[in-house]
């Protein structure tokens, strides 16, 4: 597979030479160029007077034994084999999808709140991770729950090494904590971790709404920015009809959907039973998560409560809407009051910094001893607004998102069904999807082969109306130009049939692209090495350019 001397100098230039060092000494030296062992992508630059430089392959693997130089000049460089080479493994390798994930499953929370991005930094993001070498695509997923970057990449080892580096100087955590932490998802893994996701699989409470709402606000954030592509925007529109579909399906939604929903339920559970129906309830925040937890705190029978919220606006429109319940409204500025006549005290805002430490909570008035004589904390905000410092109180008991998992230990049985009847759809779907975007490797020679097409069809019918002079009828034109655009059309319907794979006939992907490859070299389209070297030239361009 051919590629240009120049594009291949320009990959190197800025993949790998920008790491190498250099030396004067070095160009009287003979050079060696190696890897080693077959599986281990590491391609190493050997020079005697003690250059290494290391850059991570990712497809075949090269030997030169030993290039010899004489007194007038080497006869065939290292540097240009070297270029060959890496042009040729970038040709040769597909993009993947890769999802580079910290979850409540594998991080804890303190680690989770430094990697938190808020949804309106989200296109800043997408647009810093395609400035990546090697990533072509992006999305951010970022929850209470979850920190998940999901790009493609031009290279899974390389992507994934800059997208790591990228989460370590945007959070300040070191990239070795990271690497202890994350979990790494390529392709299919990836594509079906996604509508795991969505359907509520992979959170704290089997089935919760709020993720499916998450993931179409990546889609919405996500219109319109450089970098939210056709693969990634595909992927995630695709979950959201999984996640939807899953819901209806198997009514796994049933019960505590939510992370709103748990929370009030292990609240109810840390009070005594006899207490749920006079327990002095306090939200602090009337965004989205603390209307949730006020509709949750009246769907159990809670009928006055006291919010405190920066503004009353909002306050007053939950009032509206929840008409037969007392929700009293108070002003920042006398939240402490409030918690101190407060039994259970819920905090949901998105203030970056701790509303609660030690000092604050230790002089106030004790709960009441009808609710157990302890005040809760059930704070669901990441970052969290209540320090950790608070639990070291003993009257008080401090609860975050990573304790709802007592909550989920209910109906065990019934969720593990529910949630492998979600699986059957999820493998479906999966299935549908990798058909689609396989297909998407065959849409380049669609388009030129009806460009080729086209451009025969114009010709001849200019040469055919020349042929009839200049006194044909308009009606006569007319049908003359349908009947080339029908013979047209329907000689291209056999091949263009055999170019797409989506899952609807037998036909498998292999045969797709047999057939793609031929329609390339019988029309000369030239379609695949085109598309790629397109692809990484644009990006080490845009990359020169910028530095």
Known sequence: MAVSTSFSGAKLEALLLKKCGSSSSSRSNATHLSVFGKNRRTLSLVQRGGIRCDASGSASDVLVDQINTNNNGTTLSALEQLKTSAAERYTKERSSI?????????????????????????PRAIGELCGLNHIEEAAVLSTCNRMEIYVVALSQHRGVKEVTEWMSKTSGIPVSELCEHRFLLYNNDATQHL?????????????????????????????????FGRNISGLFKHAITVGKRVRTETNIAAGAVSVSSAAVELALMKLP????????????????????????????????????????????AIREELKDIEIIYKPLSEMLNCVGEADVVFTSTASENPLFLKDHVKNLPPASQGAGGHRLFIDISVPRNVGSCVSDLESVRVYNVDDLKEVVAANKEDRLRKAMEAQAIISEESKQFEAWRDSLETVPTIKKLRAY???VRVAELEKCLGKMGDDIPKKTRRAVDDLSRGIVNKMLHGPMQHLRCDGSDSRTLSETLENMHALNRMFSLETEISVLEQKIRAKVEQNHSET
């Open 273 to 316: 039973e006899t207490s749920h129906g006079n327990a002095r309830m306090l939200v602090i925040g009337a965004g989205k998560m603390g209307k949730l937890v006020i509709k949750h705190l009246v769907a159990k029978g809670c009928t006055k409560m006291v919010v405190v919220n920066r503004t009353e606006e909002r306050v007053a």
């Open 98 to 122: 890769v999802v580079i994930g910290l979850s409540i499953h594998t991080t804890p929370v303190e680690m989770r709140e430094k990697l938190a991005i808020p949804e309106a930094e989200w």
């Open 195 to 227: 509508f795991e996701v969505s359907a509520g699989l992979d959170s704290l409470v089997l089935g919760e709404g709020q993720i499916l709402a998450q993931v179409k606000q990546v889609v919405k954030v996500g219109q319109g920015v450089n970098g």
């Open 453 to 455: 097409a086209e451009r």
